[in-house]
Protein backbone atom coordinates (compact mmCIF):
# COMPACT_ATOMS: atom_id res chain seq x y z
CA UNK A 1 0.00 0.00 0.00
CA UNK A 2 0.88 3.54 -0.79
CA UNK A 3 1.49 5.94 2.24
CA UNK A 4 1.89 8.93 0.58
CA UNK A 5 5.24 10.01 1.21
CA UNK A 6 7.52 10.87 -1.62
CA UNK A 7 9.79 8.55 0.76
CA UNK A 8 12.64 9.76 2.15
CA UNK A 9 13.22 12.44 4.70
CA UNK A 10 10.22 14.96 5.79
CA UNK A 11 10.65 18.24 7.34
CA UNK A 12 9.01 19.67 9.88
CA UNK A 13 7.63 21.92 7.78
CA UNK A 14 5.74 19.41 5.22
CA UNK A 15 5.09 17.54 8.80
CA UNK A 16 2.88 20.42 10.17
CA UNK A 17 1.26 20.76 6.89
CA UNK A 18 0.03 17.43 6.84
CA UNK A 19 -1.28 17.61 10.25
CA UNK A 20 -3.57 21.10 9.04
CA UNK A 21 -4.17 19.71 5.69
CA UNK A 22 -5.60 16.06 7.37
CA UNK A 23 -7.06 16.99 10.25
CA UNK A 24 -9.29 19.15 8.44
CA UNK A 25 -12.34 20.95 9.71
CA UNK A 26 -12.43 20.36 13.28
CA UNK A 27 -9.07 20.86 14.18
CA UNK A 28 -9.52 24.08 12.16
CA UNK A 29 -12.51 25.26 14.63
CA UNK A 30 -10.16 24.35 17.58
CA UNK A 31 -7.14 25.80 16.69
CA UNK A 32 -9.19 29.38 15.69
CA UNK A 33 -11.47 29.51 18.41
CA UNK A 34 -9.95 28.49 21.74
CA UNK A 35 -6.28 28.89 21.33
CA UNK A 36 -5.26 25.51 22.72
CA UNK A 37 -7.37 26.63 25.60
CA UNK A 38 -10.41 24.17 26.89
CA UNK A 39 -12.21 26.82 28.59
CA UNK A 40 -15.35 25.46 30.49
CA UNK A 41 -18.26 27.27 30.24
CA UNK A 42 -18.68 29.46 33.40
CA UNK A 43 -22.51 29.37 33.97
CA UNK A 44 -23.45 29.21 37.03
CA UNK A 45 -27.26 28.97 36.86
CA UNK A 46 -29.72 31.25 35.67
CA UNK A 47 -28.80 35.09 36.25
CA UNK A 48 -28.83 37.34 39.04
CA UNK A 49 -30.51 39.82 38.06
CA UNK A 50 -33.45 40.79 40.90
CA UNK A 51 -36.51 43.12 40.47
CA UNK A 52 -36.37 45.99 37.99
CA UNK A 53 -36.37 49.42 39.24
CA UNK A 54 -39.73 51.15 38.96
CA UNK A 55 -40.16 52.09 35.25
CA UNK A 56 -36.67 50.91 33.96
CA UNK A 57 -36.16 49.61 30.19
CA UNK A 58 -34.16 48.57 28.03
CA UNK A 59 -33.43 48.23 24.28
CA UNK A 60 -31.75 44.70 22.78
CA UNK A 61 -30.08 45.32 19.07
CA UNK A 62 -30.15 41.26 17.74
CA UNK A 63 -32.05 38.77 18.31
CA UNK A 64 -29.57 36.03 18.00
CA UNK A 65 -28.89 33.80 21.18
CA UNK A 66 -27.52 36.36 23.14
CA UNK A 67 -30.04 39.41 22.68
CA UNK A 68 -32.64 36.79 23.31
CA UNK A 69 -31.18 35.08 26.43
CA UNK A 70 -30.68 39.36 27.71
CA UNK A 71 -34.38 40.29 26.72
CA UNK A 72 -36.19 37.02 28.24
CA UNK A 73 -34.36 37.44 31.26
CA UNK A 74 -34.48 40.72 31.72
CA UNK A 75 -38.24 40.79 30.96
CA UNK A 76 -38.86 38.28 33.87
CA UNK A 77 -36.95 41.08 35.99
CA UNK A 78 -39.93 43.78 35.21
CA UNK A 79 -37.64 45.37 32.51
CA UNK A 80 -39.54 47.31 29.59
CA UNK A 81 -37.99 45.21 26.91
CA UNK A 82 -37.70 46.16 23.15
CA UNK A 83 -35.86 43.87 20.50
CA UNK A 84 -34.58 45.65 16.79
CA UNK A 85 -33.88 42.55 14.72
CA UNK A 86 -32.67 42.79 10.88
CA UNK A 87 -33.84 39.64 9.86
CA UNK A 88 -37.47 38.52 9.52
CA UNK A 89 -36.99 35.70 11.98
CA UNK A 90 -35.14 35.10 15.10
CA UNK A 91 -32.21 33.24 16.04
CA UNK A 92 -29.28 34.69 14.25
CA UNK A 93 -26.56 32.63 13.38
CA UNK A 94 -28.93 29.83 15.62
CA UNK A 95 -30.85 28.74 12.08
CA UNK A 96 -32.07 25.92 10.09
CA UNK A 97 -32.74 25.87 6.62
CA UNK A 98 -35.52 24.11 5.15
CA UNK A 99 -38.03 23.25 2.34
CA UNK A 100 -39.30 26.79 0.86
CA UNK A 101 -36.95 28.64 2.83
CA UNK A 102 -35.30 31.72 0.74
CA UNK A 103 -32.24 32.83 1.84
CA UNK A 104 -30.78 36.49 -0.09
CA UNK A 105 -26.56 37.10 0.34
CA UNK A 106 -24.62 39.69 -0.71
CA UNK A 107 -24.36 40.15 -4.14
CA UNK A 108 -28.01 39.42 -4.58
CA UNK A 109 -27.98 35.76 -5.74
CA UNK A 110 -31.15 34.14 -4.01
CA UNK A 111 -31.56 30.49 -3.16
CA UNK A 112 -34.91 28.93 -3.05
CA UNK A 113 -34.30 25.54 -0.43
CA UNK A 114 -35.94 22.60 -1.73
CA UNK A 115 -35.62 20.03 0.41
CA UNK A 116 -37.89 17.80 1.10
CA UNK A 117 -40.48 17.94 4.06
CA UNK A 118 -38.59 17.05 7.57
CA UNK A 119 -34.84 17.62 5.44
CA UNK A 120 -32.76 20.22 6.59
CA UNK A 121 -29.37 22.34 7.06
CA UNK A 122 -27.52 23.94 10.20
CA UNK A 123 -25.40 26.52 8.11
CA UNK A 124 -23.96 27.82 11.42
CA UNK A 125 -24.15 25.71 14.84
CA UNK A 126 -24.61 22.18 14.59
CA UNK A 127 -23.83 20.75 17.70
CA UNK A 128 -23.98 21.43 21.54
CA UNK A 129 -21.50 19.45 23.67
CA UNK A 130 -22.67 18.40 27.16
CA UNK A 131 -20.45 21.08 29.28
CA UNK A 132 -22.43 24.30 27.32
CA UNK A 133 -24.73 24.30 30.87
CA UNK A 134 -26.09 27.69 29.89
CA UNK A 135 -27.51 27.24 25.93
CA UNK A 136 -28.62 23.39 27.53
CA UNK A 137 -30.15 25.06 30.36
CA UNK A 138 -32.31 27.07 27.56
CA UNK A 139 -32.86 24.18 25.73
CA UNK A 140 -34.70 22.97 28.95
CA UNK A 141 -36.76 26.06 29.93
CA UNK A 142 -38.14 26.00 26.24
CA UNK A 143 -39.20 22.69 25.71
CA UNK A 144 -36.45 22.18 22.73
CA UNK A 145 -35.85 18.31 22.74
CA UNK A 146 -32.97 16.81 21.97
CA UNK A 147 -31.05 13.99 20.34
CA UNK A 148 -27.60 12.86 20.54
CA UNK A 149 -25.13 14.33 17.39
CA UNK A 150 -22.77 11.97 16.39
CA UNK A 151 -19.29 13.61 16.19
CA UNK A 152 -16.90 10.27 16.19
CA UNK A 153 -18.25 7.04 13.75
CA UNK A 154 -15.71 4.58 13.46
CA UNK A 155 -16.94 3.36 10.17
CA UNK A 156 -16.80 6.78 8.60
CA UNK A 157 -13.99 7.47 5.98
CA UNK A 158 -10.35 9.26 6.63
CA UNK A 159 -9.25 10.76 3.28
CA UNK A 160 -6.17 12.06 2.17
CA UNK A 161 -5.59 12.90 -1.44
CA UNK A 162 -2.08 11.29 -1.41
CA UNK A 163 -2.62 8.48 1.19
CA UNK A 164 -3.65 4.86 0.25
CA UNK A 165 -3.69 6.23 -3.62
CA UNK A 166 -6.52 8.63 -2.42
CA UNK A 167 -8.64 5.49 -1.37
CA UNK A 168 -10.79 6.81 1.33
CA UNK A 169 -9.96 4.60 4.49
CA UNK A 170 -12.53 3.53 7.79
CA UNK A 171 -11.47 5.45 10.72
CA UNK A 172 -11.45 1.84 12.52
CA UNK A 173 -8.37 0.63 11.37
CA UNK A 174 -6.56 3.50 11.28
CA UNK A 175 -7.01 3.99 14.99
CA UNK A 176 -6.57 0.10 15.65
CA UNK A 177 -3.10 0.22 13.74
CA UNK A 178 -2.24 3.40 14.97
CA UNK A 179 -3.08 2.61 18.73
CA UNK A 180 -1.35 -1.32 17.84
CA UNK A 181 1.70 -0.12 16.55
CA UNK A 182 2.49 2.34 19.32
CA UNK A 183 1.75 -0.09 22.10
CA UNK A 184 4.24 -2.00 20.49
CA UNK A 185 6.94 0.27 20.27
CA UNK A 186 6.57 1.43 23.97
CA UNK A 187 6.62 -1.61 24.75
CA UNK A 188 9.47 -2.97 22.97
CA UNK A 189 11.46 0.21 24.51
CA UNK A 190 10.03 -0.73 28.38
CA UNK A 191 11.78 -4.50 27.47
CA UNK A 192 14.66 -3.28 26.61
CA UNK A 193 15.17 -1.12 29.50
CA UNK A 194 14.98 2.36 27.44
CA UNK A 195 12.61 3.55 30.17
CA UNK A 196 14.21 2.35 33.15
CA UNK A 197 15.06 5.49 34.30
CA UNK A 198 11.69 6.96 34.11
CA UNK A 199 9.19 4.03 35.45
CA UNK A 200 9.93 2.09 38.26
CA UNK A 201 10.16 -1.63 37.51
CA UNK A 202 6.93 -2.99 39.18
CA UNK A 203 5.36 0.21 36.94
CA UNK A 204 6.85 -1.28 33.81
CA UNK A 205 4.70 -4.28 34.50
CA UNK A 206 1.85 -2.40 34.65
CA UNK A 207 2.52 0.31 31.46
CA UNK A 208 3.57 -3.40 29.83
CA UNK A 209 0.23 -5.24 30.94
CA UNK A 210 -1.78 -1.66 29.67
CA UNK A 211 -0.31 -1.33 26.51
CA UNK A 212 -1.42 -5.11 25.67
CA UNK A 213 -4.95 -4.39 26.70
CA UNK A 214 -4.79 -0.41 24.80
CA UNK A 215 -3.09 -1.70 21.51
CA UNK A 216 -4.31 -5.29 21.31
CA UNK A 217 -0.82 -7.02 21.30
CA UNK A 218 -0.60 -10.53 21.76
CA UNK A 219 0.88 -12.48 24.69
CA UNK A 220 4.50 -11.18 23.24
CA UNK A 221 3.64 -7.84 23.06
CA UNK A 222 3.61 -7.74 19.13
CA UNK A 223 0.86 -6.19 16.86
CA UNK A 224 -0.37 -8.87 14.46
CA UNK A 225 -2.94 -9.94 12.82
CA UNK A 226 -5.36 -11.94 15.50
CA UNK A 227 -8.44 -12.20 16.50
CA UNK A 228 -7.91 -9.45 19.56
CA UNK A 229 -6.43 -6.90 16.73
CA UNK A 230 -9.13 -7.62 14.37
CA UNK A 231 -11.94 -7.23 17.04
CA UNK A 232 -10.47 -3.57 17.13
CA UNK A 233 -9.76 -2.79 13.44
CA UNK A 234 -12.59 -5.07 11.80
CA UNK A 235 -12.22 -8.34 10.76
CA UNK A 236 -12.18 -9.27 6.95
CA UNK A 237 -15.42 -11.24 6.79
CA UNK A 238 -17.80 -10.36 10.07
CA UNK A 239 -18.67 -13.56 12.02
CA UNK A 240 -22.07 -14.76 11.27
CA UNK A 241 -24.74 -17.63 11.85
CA UNK A 242 -24.99 -21.41 10.58
CA UNK A 243 -22.45 -22.29 8.45
CA UNK A 244 -19.44 -20.89 7.04
CA UNK A 245 -19.87 -18.22 9.75
CA UNK A 246 -16.90 -18.02 10.72
CA UNK A 247 -15.25 -14.66 11.02
CA UNK A 248 -12.02 -14.10 8.62
CA UNK A 249 -8.61 -12.37 11.01
CA UNK A 250 -7.39 -8.96 8.78
CA UNK A 251 -3.79 -7.70 8.74
CA UNK A 252 -2.91 -4.61 10.13
CA UNK A 253 -1.19 -1.97 7.52
CA UNK A 254 2.13 -1.10 7.74
CA UNK A 255 3.31 1.44 10.72
CA UNK A 256 5.25 3.48 7.86
CA UNK A 257 1.87 3.30 5.46
CA UNK A 258 -0.01 4.09 7.87
CA UNK A 259 2.67 7.38 9.60
CA UNK A 260 2.94 8.52 6.05
CA UNK A 261 -0.52 8.76 4.79
CA UNK A 262 -1.38 11.31 7.84
CA UNK A 263 -4.34 9.97 8.48
CA UNK A 264 -3.61 9.35 12.17
CA UNK A 265 -3.62 13.68 12.49
CA UNK A 266 -8.16 13.09 12.67
CA UNK A 267 -7.60 10.13 15.28
CA UNK A 268 -7.82 13.21 18.24
CA UNK A 269 -10.70 15.28 17.22
CA UNK A 270 -13.51 13.17 19.19
CA UNK A 271 -11.33 13.77 22.47
CA UNK A 272 -11.02 17.57 22.06
CA UNK A 273 -13.00 18.92 25.30
CA UNK A 274 -15.71 20.38 22.78
CA UNK A 275 -16.05 17.41 21.08
CA UNK A 276 -16.02 14.76 23.22
CA UNK A 277 -19.45 12.62 23.98
CA UNK A 278 -22.02 13.09 24.82
CA UNK A 279 -22.86 15.81 22.23
CA UNK A 280 -26.49 16.97 21.26
CA UNK A 281 -29.04 18.69 18.54
CA UNK A 282 -32.52 19.60 18.57
CA UNK A 283 -34.64 17.46 16.81
CA UNK A 284 -36.11 18.95 13.71
CA UNK A 285 -32.74 21.40 13.50
CA UNK A 286 -30.43 23.75 15.41
CA UNK A 287 -32.84 26.86 14.45
CA UNK A 288 -35.68 25.19 16.58
CA UNK A 289 -33.85 27.25 19.93
CA UNK A 290 -34.09 30.39 18.28
CA UNK A 291 -37.56 29.63 17.15
CA UNK A 292 -38.45 28.91 20.57
CA UNK A 293 -37.05 31.77 22.38
CA UNK A 294 -38.94 33.70 19.14
CA UNK A 295 -42.34 31.98 20.56
CA UNK A 296 -41.67 33.02 24.34
CA UNK A 297 -40.91 36.60 23.21
CA UNK A 298 -43.47 37.32 20.98
CA UNK A 299 -44.16 41.20 20.18
CA UNK A 300 -40.95 41.56 22.07
CA UNK A 301 -39.10 41.09 18.86
CA UNK A 302 -39.55 43.59 16.09
CA UNK A 303 -38.33 42.20 12.74
CA UNK A 304 -36.57 43.45 9.62
CA UNK A 305 -35.54 46.06 11.32
CA UNK A 306 -31.87 47.15 10.71
CA UNK A 307 -30.26 49.37 12.53
CA UNK A 308 -28.28 52.29 11.13
CA UNK A 309 -26.84 54.94 14.09
CA UNK A 310 -27.13 54.22 17.63
CA UNK A 311 -27.16 57.39 19.90
CA UNK A 312 -27.06 58.05 23.60
CA UNK A 313 -27.14 60.69 26.27
CA UNK A 314 -27.31 61.39 30.21
CA UNK A 315 -31.10 59.79 29.94
CA UNK A 316 -30.95 56.99 27.77
CA UNK A 317 -30.32 55.43 24.18
CA UNK A 318 -31.87 55.78 20.72
CA UNK A 319 -31.41 53.46 18.03
CA UNK A 320 -32.69 55.13 14.52
CA UNK A 321 -33.46 51.83 12.09
CA UNK A 322 -35.01 51.12 8.66
CA UNK A 323 -38.09 49.19 8.78
CA UNK A 324 -37.21 46.91 5.73
CA UNK A 325 -40.61 45.74 6.01
CA UNK A 326 -42.07 49.33 4.94
CA UNK A 327 -39.92 50.42 2.12
CA UNK A 328 -37.28 51.18 4.78
CA UNK A 329 -39.28 53.96 6.35
CA UNK A 330 -36.83 55.35 8.84
CA UNK A 331 -37.80 55.64 12.63
CA UNK A 332 -36.04 55.38 16.32
CA UNK A 333 -36.28 53.44 19.61
CA UNK A 334 -35.27 54.69 23.05
CA UNK A 335 -34.79 53.19 26.46
CA UNK A 336 -32.98 54.11 29.30
CA UNK A 337 -30.12 51.42 28.53
CA UNK A 338 -28.41 49.49 25.79
CA UNK A 339 -27.30 45.93 25.20
CA UNK A 340 -26.06 45.52 21.69
CA UNK A 341 -25.44 42.25 20.08
CA UNK A 342 -24.77 43.11 16.46
CA UNK A 343 -22.29 41.09 15.53
CA UNK A 344 -19.03 43.55 15.49
CA UNK A 345 -18.14 43.23 11.71
CA UNK A 346 -21.99 45.34 11.02
CA UNK A 347 -21.23 47.46 14.23
CA UNK A 348 -18.31 48.74 13.26
CA UNK A 349 -19.71 50.43 10.07
CA UNK A 350 -22.79 51.28 12.31
CA UNK A 351 -22.52 55.31 13.74
CA UNK A 352 -22.74 55.27 17.56
CA UNK A 353 -21.35 57.97 20.23
CA UNK A 354 -18.88 55.70 22.26
CA UNK A 355 -15.77 56.20 23.22
CA UNK A 356 -12.30 55.69 21.78
CA UNK A 357 -11.70 52.39 23.80
CA UNK A 358 -14.58 50.77 22.67
CA UNK A 359 -14.53 52.00 19.20
CA UNK A 360 -11.06 50.21 18.77
CA UNK A 361 -12.02 46.80 20.11
CA UNK A 362 -15.07 46.78 17.67
CA UNK A 363 -12.83 47.82 14.69
CA UNK A 364 -10.24 45.36 15.95
CA UNK A 365 -11.97 41.98 15.90
CA UNK A 366 -11.36 40.14 12.40
CA UNK A 367 -14.00 37.70 11.39
CA UNK A 368 -13.34 34.19 10.29
CA UNK A 369 -14.47 32.80 7.14
CA UNK A 370 -16.41 29.86 6.39
CA UNK A 371 -19.04 27.87 4.01
CA UNK A 372 -21.15 25.57 4.60
CA UNK A 373 -23.07 23.09 2.20
CA UNK A 374 -26.20 21.28 2.40
CA UNK A 375 -27.00 18.49 -0.31
CA UNK A 376 -29.64 16.56 -0.27
CA UNK A 377 -29.79 13.03 -1.74
CA UNK A 378 -32.25 10.46 -3.59
CA UNK A 379 -31.46 7.48 -1.40
CA UNK A 380 -29.39 7.34 1.49
CA UNK A 381 -26.28 5.43 0.25
CA UNK A 382 -24.25 5.94 3.32
CA UNK A 383 -26.31 4.03 5.26
CA UNK A 384 -27.13 1.57 2.61
CA UNK A 385 -23.90 0.88 0.76
CA UNK A 386 -21.31 2.26 3.33
CA UNK A 387 -23.21 1.39 6.73
CA UNK A 388 -22.45 4.85 8.05
CA UNK A 389 -24.70 6.38 10.64
CA UNK A 390 -24.14 9.54 11.80
CA UNK A 391 -20.75 10.87 12.35
CA UNK A 392 -18.48 12.84 10.30
CA UNK A 393 -15.87 12.08 6.95
CA UNK A 394 -12.85 14.13 7.14
CA UNK A 395 -10.54 14.40 4.05
CA UNK A 396 -7.87 17.24 2.97
CA UNK A 397 -9.88 18.26 0.21
CA UNK A 398 -11.26 22.07 0.30
CA UNK A 399 -14.63 20.75 1.51
CA UNK A 400 -12.80 19.11 4.65
CA UNK A 401 -16.05 17.75 6.35
CA UNK A 402 -19.28 15.30 4.83
CA UNK A 403 -21.42 15.14 8.06
CA UNK A 404 -23.96 12.46 7.82
CA UNK A 405 -27.37 13.08 9.71
CA UNK A 406 -27.39 11.74 13.30
CA UNK A 407 -31.34 11.49 13.22
CA UNK A 408 -34.21 10.11 10.62
CA UNK A 409 -31.95 6.66 10.03
CA UNK A 410 -33.50 4.66 7.13
CA UNK A 411 -35.66 7.47 5.83
CA UNK A 412 -35.37 7.23 2.09
CA UNK A 413 -33.74 10.49 1.59
CA UNK A 414 -31.35 12.47 3.22
CA UNK A 415 -29.24 15.60 3.64
CA UNK A 416 -25.60 15.70 4.17
CA UNK A 417 -23.38 18.34 5.53
CA UNK A 418 -21.43 17.92 2.19
CA UNK A 419 -18.28 20.69 2.64
CA UNK A 420 -17.27 23.07 5.78
CA UNK A 421 -14.89 25.23 4.17
CA UNK A 422 -12.41 27.42 5.87
CA UNK A 423 -9.56 30.20 5.38
CA UNK A 424 -9.14 30.82 1.78
CA UNK A 425 -10.89 27.50 0.70
CA UNK A 426 -14.01 29.42 2.26
CA UNK A 427 -13.08 32.84 0.31
CA UNK A 428 -12.59 31.17 -2.86
CA UNK A 429 -15.85 29.57 -2.61
CA UNK A 430 -17.25 32.16 -0.98
CA UNK A 431 -16.58 34.28 -4.69
CA UNK A 432 -18.40 31.43 -6.53
CA UNK A 433 -21.63 31.62 -7.05
CA UNK A 434 -23.93 29.10 -4.95
CA UNK A 435 -24.42 26.57 -7.60
CA UNK A 436 -21.04 26.81 -8.20
CA UNK A 437 -20.21 26.35 -4.70
CA UNK A 438 -22.44 22.73 -4.76
CA UNK A 439 -21.05 21.42 -8.34
CA UNK A 440 -17.94 22.15 -6.61
CA UNK A 441 -18.68 20.18 -3.45
CA UNK A 442 -19.86 17.57 -5.27
CA UNK A 443 -16.71 16.84 -7.52
CA UNK A 444 -14.74 16.76 -4.58
CA UNK A 445 -17.20 14.57 -2.60
CA UNK A 446 -17.87 12.16 -5.59
CA UNK A 447 -13.62 11.06 -4.54
CA UNK A 448 -15.06 9.58 -1.58
CA UNK A 449 -18.88 8.99 -2.64
CA UNK A 450 -18.93 7.93 -6.09
CA UNK A 451 -23.00 7.71 -5.79
CA UNK A 452 -22.74 11.50 -5.12
CA UNK A 453 -23.27 11.61 -9.35
CA UNK A 454 -26.16 9.56 -9.31
CA UNK A 455 -27.96 10.29 -6.90
CA UNK A 456 -27.92 14.10 -5.85
CA UNK A 457 -31.04 15.99 -5.83
CA UNK A 458 -30.81 19.58 -4.77
CA UNK A 459 -28.84 21.91 -2.30
CA UNK A 460 -28.10 24.97 -0.76
CA UNK A 461 -24.40 26.61 0.09
CA UNK A 462 -23.87 29.29 2.57
CA UNK A 463 -20.71 31.39 2.74
CA UNK A 464 -20.85 33.40 6.30
CA UNK A 465 -18.82 36.34 4.62
CA UNK A 466 -22.07 36.88 2.46
CA UNK A 467 -24.52 36.69 5.17
CA UNK A 468 -26.25 40.64 5.57
CA UNK A 469 -26.80 40.33 8.79
CA UNK A 470 -22.98 38.87 10.20
CA UNK A 471 -20.75 39.63 7.69
CA UNK A 472 -18.44 36.61 8.47
CA UNK A 473 -18.71 33.47 10.48
CA UNK A 474 -17.43 34.49 13.86
CA UNK A 475 -14.75 36.82 15.94
CA UNK A 476 -11.45 35.28 16.07
CA UNK A 477 -9.73 36.39 18.73
CA UNK A 478 -6.25 35.78 18.85
CA UNK A 479 -4.31 36.57 22.59
CA UNK A 480 -2.86 39.92 21.71
CA UNK A 481 -5.79 40.95 20.59
CA UNK A 482 -7.91 40.21 23.80
CA UNK A 483 -5.06 41.69 25.82
CA UNK A 484 -5.85 44.81 24.49
CA UNK A 485 -8.97 45.18 23.44
CA UNK A 486 -10.70 42.47 25.42
CA UNK A 487 -12.18 44.06 28.30
CA UNK A 488 -12.56 47.56 26.64
CA UNK A 489 -15.09 45.86 24.08
CA UNK A 490 -16.86 44.30 27.40
CA UNK A 491 -17.12 47.08 29.73
CA UNK A 492 -20.25 49.57 29.71
CA UNK A 493 -19.50 53.18 27.50
CA UNK A 494 -22.48 55.12 29.16
CA UNK A 495 -25.41 53.27 28.93
CA UNK A 496 -24.39 50.79 26.26
CA UNK A 497 -23.30 47.62 27.01
CA UNK A 498 -22.52 45.09 24.01
CA UNK A 499 -22.79 40.73 24.41
CA UNK A 500 -22.85 38.21 21.94
CA UNK A 501 -20.34 35.34 21.73
CA UNK A 502 -17.39 37.79 20.42
CA UNK A 503 -17.69 38.51 23.71
CA UNK A 504 -17.13 35.90 25.43
CA UNK A 505 -14.01 33.47 26.25
CA UNK A 506 -16.03 30.81 23.95
CA UNK A 507 -16.27 32.37 20.51
CA UNK A 508 -17.79 30.29 17.98
CA UNK A 509 -20.14 29.13 20.57
CA UNK A 510 -23.53 29.53 21.41
CA UNK A 511 -22.31 29.40 25.23
CA UNK A 512 -20.13 32.11 24.17
CA UNK A 513 -23.40 34.19 23.21
CA UNK A 514 -25.74 32.95 26.53
CA UNK A 515 -22.40 33.64 28.86
CA UNK A 516 -21.76 36.71 27.78
CA UNK A 517 -25.59 37.99 27.78
CA UNK A 518 -25.77 36.63 31.53
CA UNK A 519 -22.68 38.70 32.13
CA UNK A 520 -23.81 42.22 30.69
CA UNK A 521 -27.49 41.98 32.32
CA UNK A 522 -26.41 41.69 35.56
CA UNK A 523 -24.17 44.74 35.36
CA UNK A 524 -26.64 46.58 33.97
CA UNK A 525 -28.74 45.48 36.46
CA UNK A 526 -26.33 46.79 39.20
CA UNK A 527 -26.58 49.68 37.43
CA UNK A 528 -29.78 50.54 36.90
CA UNK A 529 -30.40 49.73 40.47
CA UNK A 530 -27.55 52.32 41.84
CA UNK A 531 -29.04 55.13 39.47
CA UNK A 532 -32.47 54.24 40.99
CA UNK A 533 -34.70 53.14 38.06
CA UNK A 534 -35.48 54.68 34.94
CA UNK A 535 -33.67 57.64 33.35
C1 LIG B 1 -20.50 27.98 10.53
C2 LIG B 1 -20.77 28.11 12.01
C3 LIG B 1 -20.71 26.98 12.81
C4 LIG B 1 -20.97 27.07 14.18
N1 LIG B 1 -21.00 25.92 14.94
C5 LIG B 1 -21.45 25.99 16.21
C6 LIG B 1 -21.80 24.81 16.93
O1 LIG B 1 -21.68 23.70 16.41
N2 LIG B 1 -22.28 24.94 18.20
C7 LIG B 1 -22.47 26.16 18.79
O2 LIG B 1 -22.94 26.21 19.94
N3 LIG B 1 -22.15 27.30 18.12
C8 LIG B 1 -21.68 27.24 16.86
N4 LIG B 1 -21.47 28.39 16.14
C9 LIG B 1 -21.47 29.69 16.83
C10 LIG B 1 -22.85 30.26 17.13
O3 LIG B 1 -23.64 30.26 15.98
C11 LIG B 1 -22.69 31.68 17.64
O4 LIG B 1 -21.72 31.75 18.65
C12 LIG B 1 -23.99 32.24 18.20
O5 LIG B 1 -25.11 31.83 17.47
C13 LIG B 1 -23.88 33.77 18.19
O6 LIG B 1 -24.99 34.35 18.80
P1 LIG B 1 -25.05 35.92 18.96
O7 LIG B 1 -26.34 36.24 19.58
O8 LIG B 1 -23.80 36.39 19.60
O9 LIG B 1 -24.96 36.50 17.47
P2 LIG B 1 -26.01 36.37 16.18
O10 LIG B 1 -26.62 35.05 16.23
O11 LIG B 1 -25.19 36.74 15.05
O12 LIG B 1 -27.07 37.46 16.56
C14 LIG B 1 -26.92 38.80 16.19
C15 LIG B 1 -28.22 39.33 15.64
O13 LIG B 1 -28.04 40.69 15.25
C16 LIG B 1 -28.81 40.90 14.08
N5 LIG B 1 -28.33 42.09 13.37
C17 LIG B 1 -27.22 42.20 12.61
N6 LIG B 1 -27.15 43.46 12.10
C18 LIG B 1 -28.21 44.14 12.58
C19 LIG B 1 -28.69 45.47 12.41
N7 LIG B 1 -28.04 46.38 11.67
N8 LIG B 1 -29.85 45.82 13.02
C20 LIG B 1 -30.54 44.92 13.79
N9 LIG B 1 -30.14 43.65 13.97
C21 LIG B 1 -28.98 43.26 13.38
C22 LIG B 1 -28.63 39.62 13.30
O14 LIG B 1 -29.62 39.45 12.32
C23 LIG B 1 -28.68 38.57 14.39
O15 LIG B 1 -29.98 38.08 14.58
C24 LIG B 1 -21.24 28.33 14.76
C25 LIG B 1 -21.30 29.47 13.95
C26 LIG B 1 -21.09 29.36 12.58
C27 LIG B 1 -21.25 30.59 11.72
Known amino acids: MDGGSSGGGITRRQLLRMIGMTAGSAVMYQAMTSLGLAAESGYSGPPKVGKAPPGASVLILGAGIAGMVAAMELRDAGYKVQILEFNDRPGGRNWSIRGGDRYTELGGETQVCEFDEGHYINPGPWRL ?16 TLENFVQVNYNAYLHGQNAFDGKPQRHRPIQADYHGHVAELLAKAAQGGGLDQLVS ?62 LWSNLPI ?68 CVCTIPL ?13 MQAAIRALPYASSVKLGLQFKRRFWEEDDHIYGGITFTDL ?138
Open 398 to 535: PITTIGYPSHGYHSEKGVLLGGYLWGTEAMRFTSMTPAQRIQEGLKQGAKIHPQYLDEFENGVAMAWHRSPFTLGCFGQWTDALREEHYDNLCAFDGRIVLAGEHASYIPAWQEGAVTSAMNAIERLHQRATAQGGAA
Open 345 to 357: SILGQIPMNVGAP
Open 201 to 262: EQDKQILLASLQWWGALDQDYRYTGNHGSSDRRGFNKDPGGGLGAAPEISQPMKLDDLLRSG
Open 270 to 337: GALYDMQTTLMQPVGGMGRIGEAFGRELGSLIRYQCKVTRIEQNDAGVTAHFSDLANGGAEHSASADW
Open 129 to 144: PYHHHGILHYCKRLGV
